[in-house]
């Protein structure tokens, strides 16, 4: 076990200090981090995750999860996706399918690939 002292904000300098007590400290929030830190926590350990995302130029950040949920391979893939959607589309009509309306929303695409990892970061919390 070992202890963490976190800054008290309303304290002076001098007097912040809150103590707690963990079985597991975790560095980093990604799959990997977060795959032992739900294991630990099935078997009763106490557990803490430590992420921090340094801030993109544009200010951007992103929840748990790491890279490859919020900005790498699984974005990647869903617009990949998308993208074979349209061509699928086409094809669907040699099938014998009937589309009546044959276009993309660019803005509900990427609203939707968002409001899907948003959903990731909290079902992993």
Not at 89 to 103: C, I, M, P, R, V
């Amino acid at each position: 076990m070992f202890r963490v002292q976190v800054p008290d904000q309303d304290a002076p300098v001098m007097e912040r200090s809150h103590d707690y007590n963990f079985d597991l400290a975790v560095l980093g929030g990604g799959s990997g981090g977060l795959a032992c830190a739900k294991e630990a926590a099935k078997h009763g350990a106490k557990v803490v995750v430590f992420d921090f995302v340094q801030p993109t130029p544009q200010k951007s950040t992103w929840g748990l999860g790491g890279t490859c949920l919020n900005v790498g391979c699984i974005p990647k893939k869903l617009m990949h996706t998308a993208s074979i959607y349209g061509e699928l589309a086409e094809d669907a009509l040699n099938y014998g399918w009937d589309l009546t309306k044959n276009s993309h929303d660019w803005n509900k695409m990427v609203g939707n690939i968002q409001n899907h990892i948003k959903s990731q970061n909290w079902k992993i919390r």
